[in-house]
């Protein structure tokens, strides 16, 4: 791990909650009286609406635009509004590259912002460096980190799969077993599961004996279960898509009561409700969270908020219908990518598209992201090298038909070698 710059942008991080409650006090008009430009700053939301990502670009648009509203209400950014421009990239790279594009040409945004699945990043990502428009991914995966990007790309509000599952492995070697069996999508991101997760497996003595990869889109399971080994001791799985439920409930059909271990990440299960039938048996297992769905015993006052602006109850479900469910492992990444741009243009005295490049730069300087209402999740670090954000991560047990946190990670837990140093490359 690179030893980390001292820098007095930090002060801008920390200074967050003391101006929220200073701006919220003024009447809505005296909130923006001081910028040099009553213009919006636009902000590009690249939304999966439609596609196999279309439940969480549901819920990653509701946590945007609760965290623009909540940002507005302190007086917006450098005293100017921010407006939110959302266009349906249909979870497909080459529409995420033509969005990216139409945010830059055509909409006149200051940034492009939001996207989740790792192969439109990596199809939007290029037309972004080229265009010269900061382009901030909540996506988890290693593209970012690894240097196979550009320096307009940054993660800095969610952590990536590498750190995730290299924090995860000494408890599943642990606590469930040695010898793993691997379902996992085909594509970018489950790659970096298999690829990372059996590499840390091994740093622990265990052994991935299996991976089995699944087309994403995929609508049925149960042909690929028989070709799990008899000897493994701990499935792994992670599924994305609008057939998680489907997969999770042949799981169960397909072992009855002779099912290993099973540790899971909660990609199988967002946005899908854990006492659906069907899914009794979970009760006992365990996921990998990015942030806990269900409100814990220990919440903080920062997640009691973020629910409230988001409109998200204690079980991690709109407050309006309790059966919709929340991606709430992932989209908080959402509000706290907002919050680190928000902390970058004032670091940077942002006033135009001139200031982009200065973005990049306020972005970089930046360290320490303490826990707080611009950071619910918890506390993080920011790599300024790599263009990646670290931080805690939490493995939770299925019990009752809740999930209930029995392990939280460190931040150092989820530290490997800078692989790149972006901050090398022109701007």
Known sequence: MTELKKTNRRGVLKGLAAGTAAAATLPLWARYTHAQSAAPIKIGFQQHRTGIGAAYGRWYGR???????????????NGRP???????????????????????????????????????????????????????????????????????????????????????????????????????????????????????????????ISQIAIPPSETSFTKYFPKIPRETEVLYHVMVGPAVLTFVKELGEFFGPSAPAIFGF?????????????????????????????????????????????????????????????????????WETLHVVKAGMEAAGYAGPGDRAALIEAVEAMTDMPEGIAHPQGAKIFIGKTHQVFGHQYISQVQGGKLARVHSTSIEDTFYPDEVDYTTQPL
């Open 82 to 208: 921010i407006e939110i421009v959302a266009e349906d990239d249909g979870t497909d790279p080459k529409r995420g590259a033509e969005v990216v594009e139409k945010f830059a040409t055509q909409h006149n945004c200051d940034i492009a912002f939001g996207t989740l699945f790792s192969h439109v990043v990596i199809g939007s990502a290029p037309r972004a460096g080229e265009l010269k428009i900061p382009y901030f991914v909540v996506s988890e995966g290693h593209h970012v980190a690894s240097g196979g990007l550009n320096r307009y790309t940054l993660q800095p509000g969610i952590t990536d799969v590498k750190s995730q599952v290299q924090a995860m492995a000494p408890y599943v070697n642990a606590n469930l077993g040695k010898k793993v069996t691997m379902i996992y999508p085909d594509f970018a991101f489950g790659h970096d599961h298999r690829d990372f997760f059996t590499a840390a497996m091994a740093a622990q003595g265990g052994e991935v």
């Open 266 to 334: 909660i990609d199988s299960l967002e946005a899908v409700d854990i006492a659906s039938p069907g899914l009794e048996f979970l009760d006992g297992t365990y996921f990998w969270e990015g942030n806990p769905r269900y409100a814990q015993a220990d919440q903080s006052d920062a997640d009691k908020l973020f629910r409230e602006k988001v409109g998200v109850d204690a079980n991690g479900a709109s407050v309006s219908d309790p059966a919709d469910v929340s991606t709430y492992a992932h989209m908080f990444g959402c």
């Open 63 to 77: 946590t945007t635009e609760a965290a623009a509203a909540f940002i507005n209400a302190q007086g917006g950014i």
